[in-house]
């Protein structure tokens, strides 16, 4: 793997390893408060990140591009800022809501950014 494809299946091993760590904290201590950041570390991180990177291993070319390159930091940097932010949210901190909810719009179209960049795929698939 290189490019973003590299770069994208270890940012999914980073969410998988803290997203279990979470998960392990929550069952051992019995407090499931953060029961929303582990969900959206596994899905948004673990899961989108790996799909991400499967998807630029499989489309070398589209994965080597700047564009693709773009989309992983701006993925990685939001979908980092919305779990910290939820954590401390979801620790009684009301007032990170406003950088979730930006980073839950950044992540959102950091996804969009990739329904662009995965175009010409589609018609390779035909």
């Known amino acids: 793997m290189t490019g973003a ?3 994208f299946f270890i940012l999914a091993l980073l969410y ?3 997203g279990m760590l979470l ?3 929550m069952g051992l201590s019995q407090d499931h408060s953060q029961m929303p950041v582990h969900a959206h570390a596994m ?3 673990w899961l989108m990140s790996g799909f991400f990177a499967f998807f630029y291993h499989f489309f070398p070319a589209i994965g080597q ?3 693709a390159t773009v989309h992983f930091w701006l993925t990685a940097a939001s979908g980092i ?3 910290v932010s939820l954590y401390f949210l979801f620790a009684g901190n009301p007032v990170v809501e406003p950088v979730a909810g ?3 719009m950044a992540f959102f179209a950091c996804f969009l950014l990739f329904v662009w960049i995965a ?3 589609f018609s390779r698939a035909g």
């Open 5 to 7: 494809a590299r770069n």
């Open 16 to 18: 998988g390893i803290a």
């Open 23 to 25: 998960g392990l904290y």
């Open 43 to 45: 899905v948004l991180g």
């Open 65 to 67: 591009s700047r564009l």
């Open 81 to 83: 800022i919305l779990l």
């Open 102 to 104: 930006i980073a839950s």
């Open 119 to 121: 175009r010409p795929a």
